[in-house]
C-alpha cells in the first residue's frame, strides 16, 4: 500500500487542535479531521462550543482524534464505577449526529475507559 499519503487543503483551527485536511486513496477523496479536545471538562466544553464540523459532500469525512471524554460510558467501560457527567459529550453527540459511528459495525466495541 502507500505509505506516503498527501494531503491537499490543510486547515488548522482552534491553535492547531484541529487539523482538516483532503486527500486521495484508490481514486476516492477523503477529508480527514484530527482533533485533540483539551483534558480538562470545562476547557473541552468551550473548545466543542466553538467548533463547526464541516461535510465535504464529494468526499467520505472521516473525524478521528482524541476526544477526551468517553462518547458510549454504557458500553465502553470496563469499570464498575459509575460514569462521571460530562457535558462535552452532550455537545459532540450533537456535532457529529449527521456521521455514521463506524465502531457500531465492529464486532466487539474497540474503545474501553
Known amino acids: 500500500g502507500k ?3 498527501e494531503f491537499t487543503m490543510v486547515r488548522e483551527s482552534q491553535d492547531g ?3 482538516t485536511g483532503n486527500t ?7 477529508q480527514i479531521t484530527n482533533i485533540y479536545a483539551p483534558p480538562m471538562s470545562k476547557d473541552r466544553v468551550r473548545f466543542f462550543e466553538n467548533w463547526t464540523s464541516s461535510i465535504a459532500e464529494e468526499r467520505i469525512c472521516i473525524i478521528t482524534g482524541d476526544f477526551n471524554t468517553n462518547l458510549d460510558p454504557q458500553n465502553d467501560r ?5 460514569s462521571q457527567s ?3 459529550r452532550d455537545i459532540i453527540q450533537t456535532l457529529l449526529a ?3 459511528n463506524t465502531a ?3 464486532k466487539e466495541s474497540p474503545f474501553l475507559t
Open 3 to 5: 505509505k506516503n499519503i
Open 78 to 82: 470496563i469499570s464498575s464505577a459509575p
Open 98 to 100: 449527521e456521521y455514521t
Open 86 to 88: 460530562d457535558h462535552s
Open 104 to 106: 457500531l459495525f465492529a
Open 17 to 19: 487542535r484541529i487539523i
Open 24 to 30: 486521495e486513496i484508490k481514486q476516492q477523496p477523503f
